[in-house]
């Protein structure tokens, strides 16, 4: 199994900024990559970022330039750096794992953790 612990998160005001950060406990799997989805009420999760072990992220447009993820693969943990946050930021994130055990592809994810962006 991989068990992710995701923190951070909160309230910010427009233009403000939050960390995330989410740490992976795994036993016998391989650990691909890791990163972070957003859901809002009524809608499918989205994804955010990605950082895979090789080091490349991949982000979404609306999040490009002002949101950073980043990895520690020694650790397990990646972390997200929200910078300028918009209302439209608001959501439920959740912290999600690519692993394998052999040549068999696993996703996980955390339980979730809210951000809230208003004035």
């Known amino acids: 199994q991989v068990q992710l612990a995701e923190s951070g998160g909160g309230a910010a005001q427009p233009g403000g900024s939050l960390r995330l950060s989410c740490a992976a406990s795994?036993?016998?799997?391989?650990?691909?990559?890791m990163g972070w989805y957003r859901q809002v009420p009524g809608k499918s999760r989205r994804l955010v970022a990605i950082?895979?072990?090789?080091?490349?992220?991949h982000y979404e447009d609306s999040v490009r330039g002002r949101f950073t993820i980043s990895g520690d693969n020694a650790k397990d943990t990646v972390w997200l750096e929200m910078n300028d946050l918009k209302p439209e930021d608001t959501a439920v994130y959740y912290c999600t794992a690519t692993a394998y055990r052999g040549t068999r592809r696993y996703d996980f994810w955390g339980q979730g953790t809210q951000v809230t962006v208003s004035s």
């Open positions: 795994r036993s016998r799997f391989d650990l691909e990559g």
């Open positions: 950082f895979t072990r090789e080091g490349v992220t």
